[in-house]
């Protein structure tokens, strides 16, 4: 993590995985050093609900090959316009989100933000987290706000000549994760 220049970053096409039973082929899949780390699952945006097709096959991909997704770290489902992300073994509706870039509409600028190094190293290392709620350990991952908000204390701490802050967040925006990340990463 110290020196993502050091990595050997490989994508690959059609990544195709059978454990004896069901095979399944993702569309694109990230690897640093060897270890698949990325999956993506690139829809045509001219269907309805291209993005939601693309959830569901990943849905599946994690109940008939659950191997292939036990060192994905993080998923993503893309089409033209739109990008959504979460993270492996949680593939709940209200744990997927948007991945916003200041160029709207083109994909392209939200890919590259996103895989860059220096932002997957971050989601890989800082930006999952496990939880028990009710006996049962679930994984998370931080939405794009709860990121900024991080690095954003973290830049003012490492500054001499700021003194105090403020995080704002709403009631239900997640506060609770970032401030366990935020003291994690302090």
Known sequence: YERPENNLYHVTEEYYYYNG??????????????????????????K????AIGIQQLRRYHEETPEMMLAQQIFTSVDSLGFHYGVTWNTKIRSIFEWKSNEIGNLEAKVKEFCNPITLHAFLKDYNLFQEKDEELNKFILKQHQTDAV??????????????GLVWHTQGSGKTFTIIVIAQKI
Request: with cysteine; charged share 30%.
């Open 151 to 164: 690095e954003a204390v973290i830049g003012r701490l490492l500054d001499d000549a700021k003194k105090r």
């Open 48 to 51: 309805d609900e291209a993005i």
């Open 21 to 46: 039973r069901f095979a399944n082929r993702a569309d694109v899949v990230f690897l640093i050093n060897g270890i698949p780390v990325l999956i993506i699952e690139c829809k045509n945006a001219t």
